[in-house]
């Protein structure tokens, strides 16, 4: 909050308050023009006035309306000056009015530069928002996919080290049922030698004593 409230104002603001004081600057000399025009209008009035003040004096006087001109060339020169210089006033604040319309049109140029500038300027942070969000979400997709790949993995880890602890205890079972089936199978072949062997010994026995009996 303290790095925001030590920053400048934007500038759309010191646009707006250049406007707003180019604008009061523009109706200062009117107004001066008015208040000028009501002094003159008032001065007009109360010349009006006299005259007829100097009109109801003078009507009945020896010399004639000479010291009624004479007053009203003086008020007339007063107000010819008064009107040249309302005029100037005048001139100055078309002017001033002009130059201040010259910067107004370079401020709201400028501003529409601002404007252009700052919504290319959102457009491309919207842009790079989107590719963020979209990276972040392709990336937790691929972290997701690589637990799943992960649990996969050490399932068939365990699963292989369970079959090879089957194949282990199923090869030392066929050894043993091997040995035994061999064990019985020479126990087999060596009582049927015996038995062979009983029987050539009692055939040969046999024939010994048939042949003593003939001699």
């Not at 990336?139 to 690589?146: G, M, P, S, T």
Request: hydrophobic share 35%; charged share 30%; net charge negative.
């Amino acid at each position: 909050m303290s790095t925001m409230s030590t920053l400048p104002p934007p500038e759309w603001q010191n646009v707006i308050r250049a406007r707003l004081m180019a604008a009061q600057a523009a109706r200062d000399p009117c107004k001066d023009i008015i208040e000028q025009y009501q002094q003159l209008a008032a001065a007009a009035r109360e010349l009006k006035v006299r005259n007829r003040a100097l009109l109801r004096s003078g009507g009945g006087g020896g010399d004639g309306p000479a010291p009624l001109v004479s007053h009203l060339d003086a008020q007339l020169n007063t107000l010819r000056a008064e009107i040249s210089g309302l005029y100037r006033t005048q001139a100055a604040a078309q002017n001033k009015q002009l130059a201040l319309s010259d910067a107004l049109r370079d401020r709201d140029e400028e501003v529409r530069g601002l404007r252009e500038e700052v919504r290319q300027l959102r457009e491309t942070r919207d842009v790079m928002t989107r590719r963020e969000q979209n990276t972040n979400e392709r990336l937790r997709v691929k972290d997701d996919d690589a637990k799943v790949l992960h649990d996969e993995i050490l399932a068939l880890q365990i699963e292989f080290s369970g079959l090879t602890q089957r194949n282990s205890a199923l090869q030392a079972d066929n050894a043993s049922l091997l040995q035994r089936w061999l064990d019985k199978m020479n126990m087999t072949v060596d009582e049927m030698n015996a038995e062979f062997e009983a029987e050539a010994s009692a055939s040969k026995d046999e024939g010994d004593f048939r042949g003593g009996g003939k001699a």
